[in-house]
């Protein structure tokens, strides 16, 4: 296994920055608020071409207005970070739990797979049950558009992140904003965001055998 300063330092490798330098946040509202960090993760390829064929990728049935439907993406979880197929996921939620303050021990990842996969205004609900969160997602592979806009109405926010650039949602966004990933038809390439999640802030017990 690598070494754990590498996946910090090592130059032209798969590496994230813990100081988090780029970051530059911008207010939602008077309790919300987004974060873009471009660049977080360099080499991020390397870690998209393990994530493509390592990670037990499903596709699901939803319902929606008494509609049931095939999602347009693929997903998957993972309860505990023991069990994730790269170690630098375990290295980027210890540097995203320091920076935060929040502690992630669960993942969740999405692969769009070209610009006709996506998905509509949603909140995260069953992993933000408190008040205020903090949700750190991830980009790797094509550049997608990451829109917000207000639950109550109004215009929406468009962000476009690039492979390596992690946006991070906080305060009383998964409250009082929705976020979503539209259709791109241009968009050929694949996608895959990770959504680091916590037990605290979903208020969900975590297993001893899992710790």
Not at 92 to 115: C, F, I, P, T
């Amino acid at each position: 296994m690598r070494q754990q300063e590498d996946l910090f330092s090592s130059p032209g490798a798969l590496a994230i920055d813990p100081t988090f330098a780029s970051a530059r946040r911008t207010a939602l509202d008077a309790t919300s608020w987004v974060e873009l960090v471009p660049g977080w993760m360099s080499g991020s390829e390397c870690l998209f071409d393990a994530l493509a064929t390592a990670v037990p990728w499903s596709q699901h049935y939803r319902t929606l207005f008494e509609q049931r439907f095939l999602e347009p993406r693929l997903t998957a979880e993972y309860r505990s970070l023991q069990r994730v197929p790269h170690d630098m996921l375990t290295a980027a939620a210890a540097a995203l739990s320091k920076h935060y303050g929040v502690e992630y021990d669960s993942l969740w990842l999405n692969l769009y797979r070209n610009g006709d996969d996506s998905t509509g205004w949603h909140r995260d609900r069953f992993s933000c049950r408190k008040p205020e969160c903090i949700v750190p997602v991830l980009t790797l592979g094509a550049t997608r558009r990451f829109q917000l806009k207000p639950r109550a109405g109004g215009p929406s926010l468009s962000f476009a992140p690039n492979s390596g650039d992690l946006i991070v949602m906080g305060g009383r966004c998964q409250q009082d904003w929705v976020h979503g990933v539209p259709k791109w038809p241009e968009v050929i390439e694949p996608r895959i965001s990770l959504n680091f999640q916590s037990s605290m802030q979903a208020g969900r017990q975590r297993k001893l055998a899992e710790r």
